[in-house]
Every structure is written in C-alpha cells, then in structure tokens.
Nanobody, 121 residues
Framework: QVQLVESGGGLVQPGGSLRLSCAAS????????MGWYRQAPGKQRDLVAT???????NYADSVKGRFTISRDNAKNTMYLQMNSLKPEDTAVYYC???????????????WGQGTQVTVSS
C-alpha cells in the first residue's frame, strides 16, 4: 500500500506564507514526477507546480514568483513554499506522485487526501 499524506495547510492572512508537505510511504521502488494541484469550491482541479526526480520544475502562471516546489528524494517528501498569498489561492491542495512499486514495473499515479488552505483577513 502506498500513501501520500499532506500537511501544513491552514488559515493565513493575505500576504502571508505557508509551507505544505507531502510525504509518500509504503512499498515504493521509485518516485518520478511529483506535483501539487488545487481545487477551489465549484471549480476544477488545477495544476499548481510539478517537479521531476532530477529537480526540474514547472509552475502555473498564477503562482510563478510566489510559490516554490521542492523535494527530498531520500525522505520521499515534497514541499510547497507559498509566499505572498492571495485570497484567490484559497483551495484544497492535493499532492500527486508517479510511483513505481517494483523495478521495470509500471508507474501508478497516487493522490493525497488534500489539505485546506484559506487566505483571508
């Protein structure tokens, strides 16, 4: 069994910062790409940022310059540092990981349960 567990969400004032974490556990051989997505009420789930196993990153235009994605491969953990938060960043944030369970096996996409981020004064 593989689990992704997010943490670090909460309530923050506009202009504030939060750091999200996503820890993968279980019978994992390797993790390829990882990413953060978010879903606001009544809207579709959108990509926030992705990072490959070698550290290449990609960001949605709306968060460029404010958010930073990173990962610790030794700990199977990914982070999202969110600065200069805006009310429109309010959403449930989900982590995603492409995980191989055995050598030469397929990669499977796993999702965390989500963590709420609310930006409000």
């Amino acid at each position: 069994q593989v689990q992704l567990v997010e943490s670090g969400g909460g309530l923050v004032q506009p202009g504030g910062s939060l750091r999200l974490s996503c820890a993968a556990s279980g019978s994992i051989f390797s993790i390829n790409a990882m990413g953060w997505y978010r879903q606001a009420p009544g809207k579709q789930r959108d990509l926030v940022a992705t990072i490959t196993s070698s550290g290449s990153t990609n960001y949605a235009d709306s968060v460029k310059g404010r958010f930073t994605i990173s990962r610790d491969n030794a700990k199977n953990t990914m982070y999202l540092q969110m600065n200069s938060l805006k009310p429109e960043d309010t959403a449930v944030y989900y982590c995603n990981a492409e995980i191989k369970l055995v050598p030469r096996g397929y990669e499977y996409s796993y999702w965390g349960q989500g963590t709420q981020v609310t930006v409000s004064s």
